[in-house]
């Protein structure tokens, strides 16, 4: 059971260069989350996808784009990366109800240069 | 946005020793669930133990435990008998159900174990 997917796990951009991190569970969850993790300020949602086809902005949408392709994947892009962007992202995904809790996947590390 | 606060942004242990690591949050809900997460060096996010705040019995998994305070709106993790592989950063996080599928996290405590 592979859980959640991310790739890649490491990049390293140029300032202005796009790209687009792909996410992608197994488990048959409604909802989906991306997250960046910096040093000292825990993890802030950017975007998260409470169904299929549905998208709402998070606590740190600007400077990114999101896609939920179908239930099982959720991409964020970056349209012209910037220094401030340097992170590690993480997706998670989680189903509805209860004491479910978020399942996560290993990180992507992206820094800008 | 609910806010979840963990005060201390790094802790030491001896091996086998307990420590405990605060979390208190904000809400005025009365129906919501909290979370404590490990952070190991390798980056994964592992969930380490889970309490409905509509249960008055603290959760234990193994030497995991929570002293979960609902009207002080306290959820603090008790580590017993710590072992070196409890070196982590740990991430309290809070969801209620009347706010959708959100979650909030903390900033984070840092465990250092010390043999």
């Given at each position: 059971n592979a859980g959640v997917t991310q790739t890649p796990k490491f990049q390293v951009l140029k300032t202005?260069?796009?790209?687009?991190?792909?996410?992608?569970?197994?488990?048959?969850?409604?909802?989906?989350?991306?997250?960046r993790?910096?040093?000292?300020?825990?993890?802030?949602?950017?975007?998260?996808s409470a169904s299929e086809g549905t998208t709402d902005k998070g606590e740190v949408p600007n400077g990114?784009?999101?896609s939920r392709l179908n239930k099982r994947e959720?991409?964020?892009?970056?349209?012209?990366?910037?220094?401030?962007?340097?992170?590690?992202?993480?997706?998670a995904s989680f189903r509805q109800g209860g004491n479910?809790?978020?399942?996560?996947?290993?990180?992507?590390?992206?820094?800008?240069? | 946005a609910q806010t979840v606060t963990q005060s201390q942004p790094e802790m030491s242990v001896q091996e086998a020793e307990t420590v405990t690591l605060s979390c208190t949050y904000d809400t005025s809900e009365s129906d919501y669930y909290l979370f404590w997460y490990k952070q190991p060096p390798s980056r994964q996010m592992i969930l380490v133990i889970r309490q409905e705040a509509y249960k008055q019995q603290n959760a234990t998994?193994?030497?995991f435990s929570v002293n979960f305070q609902k009207a002080a709106k306290s959820f603090s993790l008790?580590?017993?008998?710590?072992?070196?592989?409890?070196?982590?950063?740990?991430?309290c996080a809070y969801r209620s159900p009347n706010t959708g599928n959100q979650?909030?996290?903390?900033?984070?405590?840092?465990l250092t174990v010390i043999p």
């Open positions: 202005g260069q796009s790209m687009t991190l792909q996410c992608a569970q197994d488990m048959n969850h409604n909802s989906m989350y991306w997250y993790q910096d040093p000292g300020m825990g993890l802030r949602l950017i975007y998260y990114y784009n999101v959720f991409s964020l892009r970056l349209e012209s990366a910037a220094p401030s962007q340097t992170s590690v992202y993480f997706c479910q809790p978020q399942h996560f996947g290993d990180g992507t590390r992206l820094s800008i240069l | 998994e193994n030497r008790k580590i017993s008998d710590s072992q070196l592989g409890d070196a982590a950063m740990y991430f979650f909030y996290f903390g900033t984070g405590t840092s």
